[in-house]
Nanobody, 119 residues
Framework: VQLVESGGGLVQSGGSLTLSCAAS????????MAWVRQAPGKERELVSG????????REGDFVQGRFTISRDHSKNTVSLQMNSLKPEGSAIYYC?????????????WGQGTQVTVSS
């Protein structure tokens, strides 16, 4: 399993970023995909997830409609468009396969991509 996240960087509060994840080594179409973040000193938390079957999504309570997750089965990629970013959104963002959108268990991890939101 290989997961390669990209697209992180430094952005001002209120700005936008698009994260991308290239997945390989497993049956991408069979798994839900999630974006999970971890800030220093905090536990990992779900940002957003998208199902494998019908494209349904779920998001963490803090997202409040600001982010959009999407997946491309032809390219085995999953993306996260993040708008109206806040300083508390600074974290390492990971993509991870899950058995379902409702599952709290991530099955593999990449190296993550750092997002820093300045105030």
């Amino acid at each position: 399993v290989q997961l390669v996240e990209s697209g992180g960087g430094l952005v001002q509060s209120g700005g936008s970023l698009t994260l991308s994840c290239a997945a390989s080594g497993f049956a991408f179409a069979d798994y839900s995909m999630a974006w999970v973040r971890q800030a220093p000193g905090k536990e990992r938390e779900l940002v957003s997830g998208v199902s494998s079957e019908d494209g349904s999504t779920r998001e963490g309570d803090f997202v409040q409609g600001r982010f959009t997750i999407s997946r491309d089965h032809s390219k085995n990629t999953v993306s996260l468009q993040m708008n109206s970013l806040k300083p508390e959104g600074s974290a390492i963002y990971y993509c991870a396969p899950r058995y379902s959108c409702a599952s709290p268990v991530s099955l593999a991890w990449g190296q993550g991509t750092q997002v820093t939101v300045s105030s």
